[in-house]
């Protein structure tokens, strides 16, 4: 069962604009992690987002968790070609047992 | 560096005839995982091991086994390898689960 539903799927936009990517899911979380891969490696950690309401900053990567726990979203300001990559975010729902999902991922082109 | 090391990178096998994929990790880590991953997907988590502990996921077929001969070893076994079993496969470790998943870079498994 897939817990944690990722928008957009797809995203392809120029340099220098900026984004915005959304994880939602209908449970509760004690805590949220966000990922980004890049082809042919494995997912890197960017950010664990804990507290409802929680907003956590990476350079030019914003984080923010919902204040129900239940949502989170990835702003990006002025993307670069190096921000191209698979973004997941993750996490193991509160009284689901030791199950630990993925979401559907967003995949990001950023075109020089 | 403490890392997770997967080999070999690129495995190719015959439909049909067993394949062994391996993981070692020097974290030291209690937690290590399997994840299946086919292109643009998430990572789907196959099985995990809590020290000695075993637990697959109610999904994942009986042709994907796993063994963890020690702490720092972990090997996907699949018996049968069928051409929908081609796919990147991921290892991964945490301290304890639900904590950051350090990823290794993967296996890209082909099945003619």
């Known amino acids: 069962t897939q817990l944690l539903e990722q928008s957009p799927q797809f995203l392809s936009i120029q340099e220098g604009e900026n984004l915005t990517v959304y994880c939602n899911s209908s449970?509760?979380?004690?805590?949220l992690q966000w990922y980004r891969q890049e082809p042919g490696e494995g997912p890197v950690l960017l950010v664990t987002?804990?507290?409802?309401?929680e907003v956590k900053k990476l350079k030019r990567l914003t984080f923010q968790f919902g204040d129900a726990r239940k949502d989170s979203s990835l702003h990006i300001t002025a993307a670069q070609p190096g921000d191209t990559g698979l973004y997941l975010c993750?996490?193991?729902?509160?009284?689901?047992?030791?199950?630990?999902?993925f979401g559907t991922g967003t995949s990001l082109t950023v075109i020089p | 560096d403490a890392m997770v090391i997967q080999n070999p990178r690129y495995q190719v096998t015959q439909f049909g005839k067993p394949v062994t994929l391996s993981c070692s990790q020097t974290?030291?880590?209690?937690?290590m995982y399997w994840y299946q991953q086919k292109s643009s997907q998430a990572p789907k988590l196959l099985f995990h091991?809590?020290?000695?502990?075993?637990?697959n996921e109610a999904d994942t077929p009986d042709n994907f086994q796993s063994r963890r001969p020690n702490t720092s070893f972990c090997f996907l076994d699949i018996r049968s390898p069928g051409l929908g079993d081609a796919a990147m496969y991921l290892c991964?470790?945490?301290?304890?689960?639900?904590?950051?998943?350090?990823f290794g870079p993967g296996t890209r498994l082909t099945v003619l």
């Open positions: 993750a996490s193991r729902a509160r009284g689901g047992g030791n199950q630990f999902y």
């Open positions: 449970s509760v979380f004690s805590s």
């Open positions: 987002v804990v507290t409802g309401g």
């Open positions: 974290l030291n880590h209690n937690v």
């Open positions: 091991y809590y020290d000695k502990d075993f637990n």
């Open positions: 991964a470790t945490s301290r304890a689960l639900g904590r950051e998943q350090f």
